[in-house]
């Protein structure tokens, strides 16, 4: 056992633990919820080598020395796969709805980071905001520009993050100063698909905004790229307002409905990520299940811009299974926090009269993203194998949760989905007490 | 002017001052908005003796000790006119709507109020959480049991806040250890009314819970004591869910909607305030204008329970204006906070296709709230002679705040407009530094 304790790369942590080792919405919670109410990590240079009860495991790394997290649940870190990194300065901006609010907010704010230094300075509070909030991995659009990506990228290495992002194809219905062209952005991409795919932890994700500012010349060229690089991402918006929906059949007429204009450029596979789809048909439910694509459900941003309401239950069907993750798409959504965006989620639902239970949204922010990113491998549970990103949760971060949930660490599966049913509907970022990546401590709330 | 400075219950306040002086609804903004960016507050016993510019007072007040907050925005203290002072230990309960919530959450937790020690300690609490939160006044549900109501007043005398609160009446359809008659109602209610309302700055709200929870004898009974005391309230539920509003029509078939139930009963007067009105009728909104009732808009609640979006427009249009105030409803909705309840406002009204400015919203916390309660010559603007209650916020709270509110004291109302819309968007009981009573400190963060 003196191996053990001598080898600097092991770390033990000791809290509560929660996290999923299957889908809420097609097993018993009791079947997909995995709890321990005192339990062991055993971290080895980043990777879960150990996962398991305390008492089970305590003899084996009895000569560990250990990080105990006392009244405190320690969750996978939480998985945002929709985020547009520029919009960090203008969240929370006025009075429009999506295309009008495109105009008038996000294209200005976006020329901006046509410099570096700017950029470079917006990206690093972007990140510290990121690991405040417990996210440790996003799926992130950064601007048209290229340097963009290169600071985000940049960033992300340094912090040894999990991160997928791409430059902001967009080539038409966009200011002159926010345009590429469809050549321009088949050569930039493939440059930053060479310089950053799989370098560390990082991935490219090919970036069309959405069909409206995209030509179909630019379209092909997306996915002539998706061809080249079969493991790269594909991630775009779809189908979130009524009049883009509009807006966007009217471009490609010869299309029967707006997911088919992305099927017709080959752009819709299982490594796609589609945000929003609120405004999707039967017809497009089927085919995205089909296909194998993911959603990235935005509820902030419903609410926020008022587009409208996604249909959890539907997206979740047994009939028509899609790949489903919560995100915040900051700067229409309203918060960097995960436990926010499920609070709204939990809205959308009630408004739809559905019920998303606390266990069912915590899945959609961690494994569940992480199987709409195919990297449930790697990120999005305790498994052991996967990269140790985790977060620490104070359940009685303000004396508003203190009073409510009278006992942190509570015994059984109920009591724990009403704590953190609780913990969603009054969390914020103070709720994070600490956020590890690879099991190194990236954040922690002072006094902690 | 030595006279000034050795009087010793003289105050004074120098920051940025924001209140209203007229109906943003009704006029234009520019219009009803006053902001000092540097102003000065004179306080003398509690009233607000003087109001202004620094640049026009600093002469006159020259030799008084001025607290000055730098960087930060005062207004005045926030008006909650719904809330269940009984319901916050079981805020963000999870899964039901209405009907179903009251039985399996709602009934049981005010149950526990039968015991006067349990009901001040969480009393207690509820002040604290309120005064964190900047909200200086409130209409407050107690629970069926007198001595709530009891515990409510003497926490409210003791802090010095003008309160509206009342015993709620309820004599059928709920459990039987939360009932009482019509009898006890009158009597229990009479009791109060005599022992507190215009003591100090309480007054006493009739409080039947809802035409379902009431037999026609009860509402008669209330009637009653609006005949014989025409100074205090009448505080109830109206049409806040469908299923809710089917069943109170039937329970009163004689009556022609469920605004008819409360007007058959001489409910609907100008102290009259109706939380909800989700599902009014036009009718209803016409009657509610005539009568000059007022109706608590509670967005979180709207959405946590999933009830339906309010009307917010048509309730503040120039043909039926009603008297319209924010409330927080908790534990039906989901925090105490003002600011909070206001971003929860502006997503009911994006999903209608509205459009709720920052200052509406915070005139309908502030002066359009202390007009539903018909308290405008005493709180809810920095008029002279009125109570000084207010709120010093921090437009710059928290890292993310800080970096979007750039410049913490803007000089134009457009770009006020801006920042007070990010306070609202983001903010949370960080954004209150400090809160004052009657000139006097009652709650100031640490480090502040």
Known sequence: ?????????????????????DDPFYVAESESVRYLADGLLIVENGIIRDFGTYDKLKAQYSDLPTTTYRDRLIIPGLIDIHIHLPQMEM????????????????FPTERKFGDKDYADKVTK???????RN???????????????????FEEAIRRNLRIIAGKVMMDRNAPDFLRDTAQTSYQDTKNLIEKWHGKGRLAYAVTPRFAITSTPEQLAIAGELLQEYPDVYLHTHLSENVKEVELATQLYPACTDYLNIYEQYGLVGQRSIFAHGIQLTDSEFERLSRAGSAIAFCPTSNLFLGSGLFNVDKAKSAETPIKVGLATDVGAGTSFSMLQTASSAYQVAQLRGQRLSAFKALFLATLGAAKSL?????IGSFNIGNEADFVVLDPRATPL???????????TLEELSEQLFAMIIL??????S???????????????
């Open 401 to 411: 949760m203190a009073f409510r949930n009278s006992i942190a660490i509570p015994s």
């Open 427 to 432: 969390g914020d970022d103070r709720t994070v």
């Open 434 to 448: 600490a956020t590890y990546v690879m099991g190194d401590l990236a954040y922690g709330r002072s006094g902690e």
């Open 374 to 378: 195919s990297l449930e491998d790697k």
């Open 134 to 152: 417990g996210t440790t991995t996003a799926l992130i659009l950064a601007t048209v520009h290229p340097d963009s990506v290169e600071s985000c």
């Open 125 to 131: 509070l972007f990140f510290d905001e990121l690991l």
């Open 91 to 106: 969240i929370g901006a006025y009075g429009e709805q999506l295309l009008e609010w495109l105009e008038k907010y996000t």
């Open 1 to 21: 056992m003196s191996t053990l304790a001598s080898n600097l790369s092991l770390k033990a942590f000791r809290a509560a633990f929660l996290d999923f080792t």
